[in-house]
């Protein structure tokens, strides 16, 4: 069985799921326009820092592919709406 741990992976199952409802309507930057850090944090699933776009996975509690993918798809959720509200603040100024 292949072991779901590095940056690679993360960023196949991220690509993925932008292909997917609802992400395939929405321009996501793409995996190599982000930072992904693998950690074993276990105080965190996973975090996202807006700048630069960093996604942080910690593997620790994580050890199902759906676990991982949850996690992913919540950080792209955060990420989303820090897109979208750069760009509401942006047509404002």
């Known amino acids: 069985m292949t072991v779901l741990r590095t940056e690679e992976h993360c960023k196949a199952i991220y690509t993925l799921l932008c292909k997917l ?8 930057p793409t995996a190599s326009k ?5 950690s074993d944090r276990d105080d965190v699933l996973g975090e996202y820092i807006p700048e630069p776009h ?3 996975i910690s593997l620790a509690r994580q050890d199902h592919f759906e676990n991982i993918c949850k996690t992913i798809l919540h950080e792209m ?16 100024t």
């Open 21 to 28: 409802p609802p992400f395939d309507k929405i321009k996501m």
């Open 34 to 38: 982000i930072i992904w850090v693998i």
């Open 54 to 56: 960093t996604i942080t």
């Open 77 to 92: 959720v955060h990420m989303l709406l820090f897109i979208y509200t750069r760009e509401i603040s942006l047509r404002e």
